[in-house]
Structures are given as C-alpha cells and as structure tokens.
C-alpha cells in the first residue's frame, strides 16, 4: 500500500530534549515536506525537500533541523524542544509529475512539557 | 506567502441538505487542491484544479474554479454523515516548496 508513515504517533517530552519524528514513504517521491497544525492557524509548512541533500526552510522553520540522507526519509529534529512547539505534525510527499497532490502521513501529535 | 480565506469558518447542516463552501485570495492561484481531514488523521486530496473556469465532479461534490483563478467552490449535493469533516483548500504544488493551506472549514453533517 502507498502511504507516508511517521512515528511516533504520540510524543510527551520535556522542555531541552532533543527529538526526532521520523517520516518515510513508500512512492519513490522526490518531493518532501513537514507541516504543523495548529488550532486557529491551520497548516503551516516547516521545511521541504526536492530530493535527496537538497532541502529549504518553509513558512516556520525556527526551531526545527531536517535532513534528506535518502529518497524515502526525512526526519524532522527538535534539537531542544520548546512548549511552544506542542503542535500535530504531518509529513507529505509527491511525484514531481501527476496531479500535484501530496500524501499525508497520519500525524505525529507532539507535548512538549 | 499567498494568503487563502475560507469560508465558512464552521458550518453545520442536516443530512440531505445542500452546501456550498468557499477558498479566495487576492492573488492569482497557480493551482489549487481541496483536501479533507478527518479527527486523527492527515488530509486526503480531493481533487486539483488548475485551468480558470474548470469544474470537476466527484460523486456528491461539484469543484468550480473561477475564471480568474483567483477563488474556487467545493458544493455539496445531498450532503451525508460520512462528509463530516474539515475541508482544506491549498495552493502550489506545482514545484518542490509545498502548499499554502487556507485555514479550512469545519462540516458537520447531522443525521
């Protein structure tokens, strides 16, 4: 089955310790990202990738480190969480061609304490 | 960064009604996706839209893509329980840098 797998799927943390929420996909999809969601802000995009080492920052990146050592991962860190960073986080992926549309993991709900 | 308004912010209707939700900007879309997101989950697409005047049909949902590519409709026909949810429309994907998400709106569709 094609599909964009995160874990965890829930994460409390405390305040300073590092985390990695690990993202892969199954599609051979060049393009990769990371979003957060938030209530009353909606979807916010952290960082994207169009392929493998080549990554940007998005709308939020402060805070957060990625890396795209293969085509299928992309690992989104929290080098020292913040409670401000308690949010639901998606990771997405797609072809360069086709419909434009992105598959979205299931979520990865984050508490930073 | 393109900013999307939708409306309405929250909508809820009886099963078998019609409804008609809508995403605007004040700049021109490249594209536009409509996503749905269930509790607990990540959005599914539900269809892209790309040419000015476009209308695209998916079962009980109708998506219309303004002339001016600058506003698009997602109209429910006969709406069900099972549309319950928080439709997001997006714009990009044409390149590597994502999507810009409007802040969605949330359906309930009571039996």
């Known amino acids: 089955e094609a599909q964009v797998t995160q874990n965890p799927r829930y994460l409390i943390t405390v305040t300073g310790k590092k985390l990695t929420v690990t993202c892969s996909q199954n599609?051979?999809?060049?393009?990769m990202s990371w979003y957060r969601q938030d209530p009353g802000l909606g979807l916010r995009q952290i960082y994207y990738?169009?392929?493998?080492?080549?990554?940007d920052k998005g709308d939020v990146p402060e805070g957060y480190k990625v890396s795209r050592k293969e085509k299928r991962n992309f690992p989104l860190i929290l080098e020292s969480p913040s409670p401000n960073q308690t949010s639901l986080y998606f990771c997405?992926?797609?072809?360069?061609?086709?419909?434009?549309?992105?598959?979205f993991g299931s979520g990865t709900r984050l508490t930073v304490v | 960064t393109q900013l999307l308004e939708q409306s309405p912010q929250f909508l809820s209707i009886q099963e078998g009604e019609n409804l008609t939700v809508y995403c605007n900007s004040s700049?021109?879309?490249?594209?536009l996706q409509w996503y749905r997101q269930e509790p607990g989950e990540g959005p599914v697409l539900l269809v892209t839209?790309?040419?000015?005047?476009e209308v695209k049909k998916l079962k009980r949902l109708t998506f219309q893509f303004g002339d001016a590519r600058k506003d698009s409709s997602l109209h429910i026909t006969a709406a069900q329980p099972g549309d319950t949810g928080l439709y997001l429309c997006?714009?990009?994907?044409?390149?590597?840098?994502?999507?810009?998400f409007g802040k969605g709106t949330h359906l309930i569709i009571q039996p």
């Open positions: 700049s021109v879309f490249s594209s």
């Open positions: 997006a714009e990009g994907g044409g390149g590597a840098d994502g999507l810009t």
């Open positions: 997405a992926s797609r072809s360069p061609t086709g419909n434009y549309g992105y598959t």
């Open positions: 599609m051979n999809h060049e393009y």
């Open positions: 990738s169009m392929n493998v080492e080549v990554t």
């Open positions: 839209v790309v040419t000015g005047g």
